[in-house]
């Protein structure tokens, strides 16, 4: 028998490989299923199954592109009512994978559809569950996402969510708990940087398990606290229902490799977005006019999700040499499809062809101070609300990155304003935005809010009435 969890950092999900005597199952794959595939080969097995345990909203799965490259069955838990063919499991219902069995548990809550699979092994022994997005490491699923679908309130599919969990608390405290994603995620609020734990020990720390916690206890935790999901979340959740292109063909029309002449006449004719994926740090110090900054060694795809609001937007990418593929995979995996090309040799190709190039002022911390000291500055923090009321500079005005389309509106193109976040990463994405919005006035501080801070010059306060913020 063989476990594997396939873990993608950048979008803290888990997938899973199980294989037994010759067959295999995958558990919730990302849309690039080739690394699967390649698995099963080499140890000569056939992938029986893909198990869903939902219709995903972070991310878009690669059930369909395996099924069909594969021959393998697609199956949901009950409730899910796929566009494609695909297995509805009974709660209870047994399938056979080698000398293993997984037992179908429906656990509504997090959707409708939410379903765990409980794997057995040749004797029956209960050894794991594959949670989804029912029971997190120190967590569990959001019961807000579904609320439009299901017909109910937040505190409705809260109250499912609660009887889920204590069916799962009835399994045996040493079965495995894998779920489908870790720290980082917006499926939930608090979940921890491990992927896998006891059930047991989950008893032990995990809030919403508590022993003796009420169904009222458990609604109001588990919906406090929550902040909005990212904007992309139901453009992914439709995709995994209702279909999508191969990923080869994503990948084939992503992969035209363009000059700077003709990436030039490309956006011109698709009105394309030049999507930057450098370093900040080498961003700034020049890039394409109207080029926008999401670095891929940042949070890229949820930022992309935020930000870039068209999931259909024709996209060309700046990348550093040899990145270009990761990007438009990262960028498939979370829906945007429509990359056209890339800059054939990256951002050095457009300096050498002569074209016009622009570049964004940074200040260091050291230098903010004195400015600070001899004039009157405008000072914006674009990190999360909840970071800036943990603590912030006096002065700064919050204005968080995943508002911007929102907030622009603020911000006065005749007025100077250094903006920071916490290191830079987002500070430089924010001022890119603008920036290609006609805003010339915006000034990086260099290493964020650590680096105002070390400095220590311009009065940290770690309070400020809500009512305040932007």
């Not at 009512?81 to 009974?90: M, Q, R």
């Not at 609320?147 to 109250?159: I, R, S, V």
Request: hydrophobic content about 40%.
């Amino acid at each position: 028998m063989i476990i594997e969890q396939i873990y993608t950092g950048c979008l803290a999900q888990g997938a899973y490989y199980i294989e037994s005597q010759g067959e295999a199952v995958i558990i919730d794959p990302l849309r690039e299923v080739d690394q699967y595939i390649k698995k099963a080969e080499k140890s000569q097995a056939k992938i029986k199954y893909i198990f869903e345990t939902h219709f995903h909203a972070d991310f878009v799965s690669g059930h369909i592109d395996l099924a069909e490259k594969t021959g393998a069955s697609i199956v949901y838990g009950p409730n899910a009512e796929p566009a494609f063919t695909a297995t509805i499991a009974k709660d209870g219902e047994i399938f056979n994978v080698g000398s293993l069995t997984f037992e179908v548990l429906h656990t509504p809550g997090h959707t409708m559809e939410s379903t765990c699979y409980i794997l057995k092994d040749e004797t029956g022994k209960r050894i794991a569950i594959f949670s989804g997005d029912t029971l997190f490491i120190g967590d569990v699923g959001r019961p807000d996402l579904a609320q439009k679908a299901a017909n109910l309130t937040q505190e409705d599919l809260a109250g499912l969510l609660y009887e889920s969990t204590r069916k799962i608390m009835t399994l045996p405290d040493e079965i495995i708990v894998y779920p489908a994603h870790g720290a980082g995620s917006a499926c939930g609020k608090n979940m921890s940087k491990e992927t896998q734990d006891t059930l047991g020990h989950q008893k032990l720390v995990n809030y919403a398990l508590r022993a003796g916690m009420t169904k009222e206890e458990f609604i109001k935790e588990v919906t406090t606290g929550l902040l909005p999901p990212p904007s992309y979340f139901p453009l992914n959740v439709f995709m995994n229902k209702m279909g999508y292109e191969s990923i080869d063909t994503v990948m084939q029309r992503g992969k035209r490799a363009l000059s700077a002449e003709e990436l030039e006449v490309v956006a011109n004719e698709s009105q394309a977005l030049i999507l930057d994926t450098r370093s900040p740090e080498t961003f700034v110090k020049g890039f394409i006019p109207n080029a926008v900054n999401i670095g891929i060694d940042g949070n890229f795809a949820p930022w992309v999700g935020t930000l870039i609001a068209d999931i259909k937007q024709p996209l060309l990418i700046v990348a550093d040499n040899g990145r270009e593929e990761e990007v438009i995979t990262r960028l498939a995996r979370v829906g945007y499809d429509y990359t056209i090309g890339y800059l054939k040799g990256g951002y050095s190709t457009w300096q050498n062809s002569g074209k016009e190039t622009d570049h964004i002022e940074s200040v260091s911390a050291t230098d903010l101070t004195k400015i600070a000291a001899n004039k009157s500055f405008h000072l914006l923090d674009v990190r999360k609300k909840s970071e800036y009321l943990s603590e912030h500079v006096a002065s700064a005005e919050n204005m968080p990155l995943d508002y911007i389309n929102d907030t622009m509106a603020e911000i006065d193109p005749n007025i100077d304003y250094y903006v920071h976040c916490a290191s830079g990463y987002r500070s430089v994405i924010f001022i890119s935005i603008l920036r290609a919005r006609g805003f010339d006035r915006l000034i990086n501080v260099s290493g964020g809010f650590k680096a105002i801070k070390e400095k220590g010059d311009l009065g940290v306060t770690d309070y400020v009435c809500p009512t305040t913020l932007l």
